[in-house]
């Protein structure tokens, strides 16, 4: 598949797990994709750059210098990100207030930097990587929730904003998937096998969303085959947010 042939992607946190699975396969599709992270290690045909989301003068050099090698920007994966456990009371307010500013001011930067260039783009697209944490209460995940939260409504505002100017903003929502976050969970609890375990048996799946699936939602709302489809958040969660079934017996 080709859909992606002639455009150019950036895509943020695409070091690692989700964003690196999403990086690969528009580069799969046809697409010239640069990553941005903090320390950016990826093989070809992806190249890399070294970004900060929560520095803005960071992130404005690194779309400068990523507009310049592609020659413009089509798309935008908004994927960086970092998590939080705990409830409300566990965080103090410097750990809230860097979480929020990764996880939601950090898309705000990326896509006023990449805007002037995707409005020059014919197949212009936005994908932020929300969550689960959004749109169901989750146990011991605050902070982590409230800045999915707020990544959901930002999506939604952006979308209103620039669908007259020919740009789709969307986003996915991930249920818990099998990352490099997720297993740093899991070695730090008292035991990961059981942990697992019960993070497997709360989708009704039976198992972890996988990387690649996510990566294909993120590839499915950025191609220009869905020129249609702007302000829509694509749940990714093994039937979490929306299937009911009864505990096995």
């Known amino acids: 598949m080709t859909d992606f042939a002639g455009l150019r992607a950036v895509v943020t946190g695409g070091a690692s797990g989700i964003g690196l699975a999403a990086a690969q396969l528009l580069a799969a599709r046809g697409a010239q994709v ?3 992270d903090l320390k950016p290690e990826v093989d070809a045909p992806l190249t890399a750059i070294a970004a900060d989301v929560s520095d803005d003068g960071s992130v404005r050099d690194a779309v400068a210098a990523a507009a310049l090698q592609l020659g413009g920007i089509d798309v935008v994966v908004n994927n960086a990100g970092i998590g939080a456990q705990g409830n409300v009371t566990a965080n103090d307010d410097a750990e809230w207030h860097r979480v929020l500013d990764v996880n939601v001011v950090g898309i705000a930067r990326v896509t006023r930097a990449a805007l002037p260039h995707l409005r020059k783009s014919e197949a ?13 209460g989750l146990p011991n995940r605050a902070l982590y929730s409230a800045s999915k939260g707020a990544v959901l409504a930002l999506t939604m505002a952006m979308a209103a904003d620039h669908v007259r100017e020919g740009i789709r903003v969307n986003c996915v929502n991930p249920g818990t998937a099998d990352t490099p976050w997720v297993g740093r969970l899991l070695d730090v609890a008292a035991d990961p096998a059981a942990e697992r375990a019960a993070l497997e048996a709360r989708q009704p799946m039976g198992r972890l969303v996988s990387a690649d699936e996510v990566a294909q939602a993120i590839a499915y709302l950025a191609s220009p085959l869905s020129g249609s489809t702007t302000g829509t958040a694509l749940a990714v969660d093994g039937g979490m947010q929306n299937l009911r079934i009864p505990a096995t017996r």
């Open 34 to 36: 640069v990553v941005f």
């Open 124 to 136: 212009a697209a936005i994908v932020n990587t929300c969550s689960i944490a959004a749109t169901a």
